[in-house]
């Protein structure tokens, strides 16, 4: 059977993944005046005198709300809200499974930012944080400020920090690999929200030599086709010689090629070939990446990594937001910052000893328990 065969039968005989289980079990008679009427209404008292036990007498502080309005979903584009469903699921059941997070699908059926952005901040009273996810840009990034800007819990967006924490870990462990140092040239296919995010993360990090590519080809200051004000940014940040031309020449002589473009087949035999010695290729484009694992290896690739769970190496979300947003949960954190996902980063990729680290492992695997270890110690002067 194949895997969408397999998929589909799977979904159909669950009927949706996930559920919601009071955490009281042989609920009896008694308990029933604690929890609802009239015992309730001394809690909703409480929580009234001071507000700040919402977090101690319910369950805001561990919820969070996966919002997306379809329109960016995996590779598959706008496929609206009622698609993108299975996929929210999917990831509520991740946090749960790995994070011991509520996360509720949150399926909006408009593509409004202004209706978007409003009717977060409409529901914040039920959680301890947002995850934005697949929502197109620069849409996305533009609702992620505001709500940044208004809301007292944090705005987590997912294809922006999430991607960006384990692009960056596995860069780290893959240029120990290959001994290059953070100052190789690196080539960053994709000028969304993911390659904005890793770009503004591998720029802090101390990534000197990175240029952007988007469909317009290589990102430079004073470019003036097919730009927003964060291609501006990044142009301001990466492509210190103004290097222009398309990714098949903007790619030659490159030690490392991240894709988010979104794009199958992308990268070409020819521009791997045209790479620098020992070449790194991160092929994050889900559920097809810009170049297959076996072309590339073919083509000279040192190292071959995909966001994908078909391949080995695995460079995905999965490995990042459960574990990361316990610790955000837990401490509180109000704001998601270039230097808390640094330490994530680091910790997400001391995962993997030295010792086990090797071409084809260089990310741990999403049920190691020592990641959230790990992202916890980072995170502990973080508030």
Known sequence: MTTAKKALALHRRLKGKIT??????????????????????FVCEAIYKKPSEKYNLTSKGNN??????????????????????????????????FGNVNAFPICLNTTDKDQITCTIKA???????????????????????????????????????????????ALFNSL??????????????GAGSAGYGICKLLRFAGCRNLIVVDSEGAIYKGRTRRMNKYKKEIAEITNPKRQKGTLENIIKNADVFIGVSGIKGLLLP????????DPIIFALTN??????????????ARIIATGSYMYENKINNALVF???????????????????????????????????????????EIGNRQIQNNISRALRKFK
Do not use: C, W
């Open 123 to 169: 529901i914040e009273p039920a959680f301890g944080a947002i995850n934005l996810e697949d929502i197109e840009s620069p849409k996305a990034l533009e609702i992620s400020a505001e709500l940044e800007k208004t809301l007292s819990i944090p705005v987590f967006h997912d294809d922006r920090h999430g991607t960006a924490v384990v692009a960056l870990a």
């Open 270 to 277: 020819k521009m791997v070939q045209s790479m620098n010695r």
């Open 176 to 189: 120990k690999l290959v001994r290059k140092p953070l100052s190789s040239r690196i080539v960053l296919a």
């Open 20 to 41: 919601i289980e009071s955490k009281i079990r042989n609920l009896k008679q008694g308990d029933i005046k604690l929890i609802y009427t009239p015992g309730v209404a």
């Open 64 to 97: 969070v709300a996966i919002v997306t309005d379809g329109t960016r979903i995996l590779g598959l584009g706008n496929i609206g809200p009622y698609a993108a469903l299975p996929v929210m699921e999917g990831k509520a059941v991740l946090y749960k499974e």
């Open 322 to 364: 459960p574990y990361l947003m316990r610790v955000i949960l837990d401490r509180r954190i109000r704001k998601i910052t270039l230097a808390l996902l640094h330490a994530a980063a680091k910790a997400v990729a001391s995962t993997v000893p030295s010792t086990q680290l090797a071409y084809n492992h260089i990310m741990p």
């Open 287 to 300: 559920p097809d990446p810009e170049i297959d694992p076996k072309v590339a290896k073919k083509s000279g």
